[in-house]
């Protein structure tokens, strides 16, 4: 089993920054992908990025392509999404994801994934 703690959301205005965290424990880490997704009320869970834990490979969603950034600390056992120029269509629960089945970070559809946090609100005003 694999537990993904989530932390680092908030309200911050248009144009700002913040820092999502991922902590995981449980299983060994090193052949998991791990990924951000994010869900606004009435939508569909969508990816936001991935990276491959042992290769640091990483893949985005187009829409939030050269705005932010996914990372890994492997001593940590912890992913982050920084997350910068925010826009008010940011607005969304975002959820920290691993899956046990991918290798590289082109694991970008729920279905790939095993293993989910509880998620944390990211408010963005404009």
């Known amino acids: 089993q694999v537990q993904l703690v989530e932390s680092g959301g908030g309200l911050v205005q248009a144009g700002g920054s913040l820092r999502l965290s991922c902590a995981a424990s449980?299983?060994?880490?090193?052949?998991?992908?791990m990924g951000w997704f994010r869900q606004a009320p009435g939508k569909e869970r969508e990816f936001v990025a991935a990276?491959?834990?042992?290769?640091?490979?990483?893949s985005y969603a187009d829409s939030v392509k050269g705005r932010f950034t996914i990372s890994r600390d492997r001593a940590k056992n912890t992913v982050y999404l920084q997350m910068n120029s925010l826009k008010p269509e940011d607005t969304a629960v975002y959820y920290c994801?691993?899956?046990?089945?991918?290798?590289?970070?082109?694991?970008?559809?729920?279905?790939?994934?095993?293993?989910w946090g509880q998620g944390t609100q990211v408010t963005v005003s404009s």
């Open positions: 990276i491959a834990w042992s290769g640091g490979s990483t």
């Open positions: 994801a691993a899956t046990l089945r991918w290798r590289t970070a082109q694991a970008m559809r729920v279905r790939d994934y095993d293993y």
């Open positions: 449980g299983r060994t880490f090193s052949t998991y992908v």
